[in-house]
T-cell receptor, first 111, second 113 residues
Framework: SQQGEEDPQALSIQEGENATMNCSYKTSINNLQWYRQNSGRGLVHLILIRSNEREKHSGRLRVTLDTSKKSSSLLITASRAADTASYFCATVPSNDYKLSFGAGTTVTVRA | GAGVSQSPSNKVTEKGKDVELRCDPISGHTALYWYRQSLGQGLEFLIYFQGNSAPDKSGLPSDRFSAERTGGSVSTLTIQRTQQEDSAVYLC???????????FGPGTRLTVT
């Protein structure tokens, strides 16, 4: 079953703009992870945020976590055409070890 | 260092045939996962191996699916008597322990005709 749900399902932006996508989940978590997938093949890990963290940065990526609302957001700043991909959030429940993936947000960056 | 590798990258098979998909995880990673992804969908968990513990098979969709992991390294996912609904991309991932970031292979695209 999918615990994480991303919003929006699809996003189209102009190169240079920021892209924001959200993830909501249902149960308490150990950590939440964001992944990127190009062309429907292997996923690439972007960032992991633990339940006791509120914000994390990696290059042009900024992730926030609000455990009280059971939600997370991924912000991509100054987007590039190469950022065009599907982005998935995945949660590790606090009493389990399996990653549970959402259906993803498809981001298209227009040149 | 080498990442997770999977073979074959593509497999076309006739309905009713058996297929074997292979995954070579990153050396030293104790956890190995198999997922299935249908077109435009998220990832569906299939099975999880952690060290020498009994695998978590709770995601396998039917008894036609099985997997093994030999020597704590290479894993093989076997689908018997394939059906058209088995068509999907099968992804393998490994991680150091089960709760950390996962490293994915490129996947095997299975098409059942």
């Amino acid at each position: 079953s999918q615990q994480g749900e991303e919003d929006p399902q699809a996003l189209s932006i102009q190169e240079g703009e920021n892209a924001t996508m959200n993830c909501s989940y249902k149960t308490s978590i150990n950590n939440l992870q964001w992944y990127r997938q190009n062309s429907g093949r292997g996923l690439v890990h972007l960032i992991l945020i633990r339940s006791n963290e509120r914000e994390k940065h990696s290059g042009r990526l900024r992730v926030t976590l609000d455990t009280s609302k059971k939600s997370s957001s991924l912000l991509i700043t100054a987007s590039r055409a190469a950022d065009t991909a599907s982005y998935f959030c995945a949660t590790v429940p606090s009493n389990d070890y399996k990653l549970s993936f959402g259906a993803g947000t498809t981001v298209t960056v227009r040149a | 260092g080498a990442g997770v590798s999977q073979s074959p990258s593509n497999k076309v098979t006739e309905k009713g045939k058996d297929v074997e998909l292979r995954c070579d995880p990153i050396s030293g990673h104790t956890a190995l996962y198999w997922y299935r992804q249908s077109l435009g969908q998220g990832l569906e968990f299939l099975i999880y191996f952690q060290g020498n513990s009994a695998p978590d098979k709770s995601g396998l969709p039917s008894d036609r699916f099985s997997a093994e992991r030999t020597g704590g390294s290479v894993s093989t996912l076997t689908i018997q008597r394939t059906q058209q609904e088995d068509s999907a991309v099968y992804l393998c991932a490994s991680s150091f322990l089960g709760i950390n970031e996962q490293y994915f292979g490129p996947g095997t695209r299975l098409t059942v005709t």
